[in-house]
């Protein structure tokens, strides 16, 4: 890719950062900000519209207070809906550099979850953009699972140990990160894990963790990272670790998804340790479809997590 592709706009003359090379991509993002999502229908009142369903959803946004500032939170529930004796603390993705509360993957996924009587708060974290790196958005994580577990009968109306953690993409490294730092801290872990789409490795397609520095996901990862020494770290890659101890897991991996490898293998690896496992594969699903409201394999998704978590 030429630089003048790279820079090619999409719309109102702004650069598509996802077909940059990552250290533009990055540069770009740091300056700029993220870019508004161009889709006119992903909105919440576009949601509402287009299903119905979740129209009792209410929603309250709160901040915790991270290391490094306040972390942005979004509660999600439907006082209509059939309580299931469970909620979600629930992290987006976007790569470690883009992705927030108003994104599909996000916000429409948290209404799904709440309509289904599966109260949700969503998080945000830092982004990996300048100097900030790992621990930094796995630190917020861990501020806001900490705060709602402390909080989870007023925001939620369940008990503590009724949580699940979950995330997808970035969202599930994170998320599986925290899980690795709150056991090896002896601090009470989730009552389930959920990760979509995972990336648990540093080499997500290998499954591995050795990085191709010339790649895009190599990048990526130490970008995350910060350094060579943390690409080695299994409470920054969950996937480099034994899983001993992890509560039980939900994975859900995509046919035709580059990363799905990462998952797979860290489903061997948590069920070689005695963790109840799950592994479903959503035929003819790419990585990102629940950042799709409506996309048949999105759909599938929700309803499979939700299942898994009111079981």
């Known amino acids: 890719m030429t630089g003048t592709e790279a820079l090619e706009t999409d719309t109102a003359g702004v650069p598509d950062f996802r077909r940059m090379p990552v250290p ?4 770009w993002l740091a300056e700029h900000g993220e870019p508004a999502d161009p889709r006119p229908d992903i909105d919440t009142a576009s ?3 287009r299903f119905p369903h979740l129209a009792g959803v209410a929603t309250e946004d709160r901040t915790v207070e991270g290391r490094r500032g306040p972390v942005p939170i979004r509660i999600y529930s439907d ?3 059939t309580p299931t004796g469970r ?3 629930w992290v987006h993705g976007g790569a470690f550099i883009g992705g927030h509360l108003d994104m599909p993957e996000s916000n429409w996924v948290a209404r799904e ?4 009587g599966i109260p949700v708060v969503s998080i945000d974290y830092a982004k990996c953009l300048g100097d900030v790196h790992y621990p930094v958005p796995s630190d917020d994580v861990l501020a806001a699972w900490r705060y709602v577990r402390n909080a989870a009968a007023e925001l939620v109306a369940v008990e503590p140990q009724s949580l699940v953690l979950g995330g997808a993409s970035a969202g599930s490294t994170l998320t599986a990160s925290a899980v690795t730092r709150l056991r090896d801290a002896g601090e009470p872990l989730p009552a389930g894990l959920v990760l979509v789409y995972p990336v648990l490795h540093p080499n997500g397609p290998a499954g591995s963790a050795t990085v191709d520095l010339g790649s895009p996901h190599g990048q990526l990862a130490l970008n995350y990272a910060g350094t060579d020494e943390t690409l080695t770290d299994s409470q920054a890659f969950a996937g480099l670790g034994d899983g001993h101890e992890f509560p039980p897991t939900l994975i859900v991996v995509c046919e035709l998804d580059d990363l799905r490898t990462s998952g797979e293998r860290f489903a061997e690896t948590v069920a070689a340790a005695g963790v109840d496992v799950h592994l479903r594969l959503e035929a003819g ?5 629940i950042d799709q409201p409506g996309d048949q394999g999105a759909l599938r998704t929700i ?3 939700a299942a898994w978590i009111g079981r």
């Open 79 to 81: 006082a209509a809906a």
């Open 113 to 116: 979850l709440a309509a289904r």
């Open 47 to 49: 949601l509402v519209r």
């Open 24 to 27: 533009e991509a990055i540069r």
């Open 87 to 89: 909620a979600l603390v």
């Open 285 to 289: 699903a790419r990585h990102g479809h």
């Open 303 to 305: 309803d499979a997590v």
